[in-house]
C-alpha cells in the first residue's frame, strides 16, 4: 500500500509537461509501480525482468536528460549512460541470482539477463512507436496517456508471453541438462 501512495504522490508532483522526452515521469513510476507490485505477488524472475529492465532503460533516460539541463556533453555520452544505467540489471548476480545461461530462441544466455534486455528494448521501441504513431495523427495522441499506456501494455503482453508460453524455458536444454552429471565429468569424454 505504501509502494502504491509513494507512486501516486511521485506522479501528482512531476506531472511536468515533457517536450520531446522518450520517457515520461507518469511512465517511470508506472514501470517501478508494475516492477513492485509483481515482486509482492510473487511472479516469475523473467516477468520481473522485464519490469526491470524497463525501468533501467527510463533511468538511462531520466540521466540523459539531466545531463542535458546541465550541459554536460562529451563523446558517446548517450550511449554510455544508458550503458551504465542498463548495467544495474547485474547486481541482482551478485547476491541474488547464479548466471546460467540456456538456450533461448536463438541466443546463449541467462533468462533473468534475456528477459531484462527485452524490456529494455521494448520500452525503447514502444516509444518510438508512439511518436511514430503521433506523427501520423498530426501531432497529436490517439486518446489521453497514450504515451503510458502502449509501453505498459507492451510490457504487460511481453510479460504473458515469458510467463505463461514460457519463451525462457526451453524442453530440450532441461532434457540436456538432466543428462549431464552435476560435476560435468563425461561432458568432453569422446572416448565412448
Known sequence: MTTFVLA????TLYT???????????????????????????????VIAIWAGALLTLIGYWTILWFDKKGWNFKFRNAILMLLSFS????VYIKDLTYTPKPILI???DPFLFCGI???L?????????????????GHAHFPF??????????????????????????????????????????YDFDE
Not at 122 to 138: A, E, H, T
Request: charged share 15%; glycine share 8%; with cysteine.
Open 146 to 187: 497514450e504515451k503510458v499506456v502502449l509501453p505498459v501494455v507492451a510490457l504487460a503482453i511481453a510479460g504473458y508471453a515469458v510467463n505463461y508460453l514460457h519463451i525462457c524455458e526451453s524442453a530440450a536444454s532441461e532434457a540436456a541438462t538432466a543428462a549431464i552429471p552435476a560435476d560435468g565429468s563425461d561432458i
Open 122 to 138: 521494448i520500452l525503447i521501441y514502444s516509444s518510438v512507436f508512439y511518436q511514430w504513431m503521433k506523427r501520423k495523427n498530426g
Open 8 to 11: 501516486l504522490i511521485l506522479v
Open 16 to 46: 511536468l509537461p515533457a517536450n520531446a522526452n522518450p520517457a515520461c515521469a507518469v511512465c517511470t513510476v508506472a514501470v517501478a509501480a508494475g516492477l513492485e507490485i509483481a515482486r509482492k505477488l510473487g511472479v516469475d524472475d523473467g
Open 107 to 109: 541466443f546463449y544466455m
Open 118 to 120: 527485452l524490456g529494455g
Open 88 to 91: 544495474m540489471i547485474f547486481a
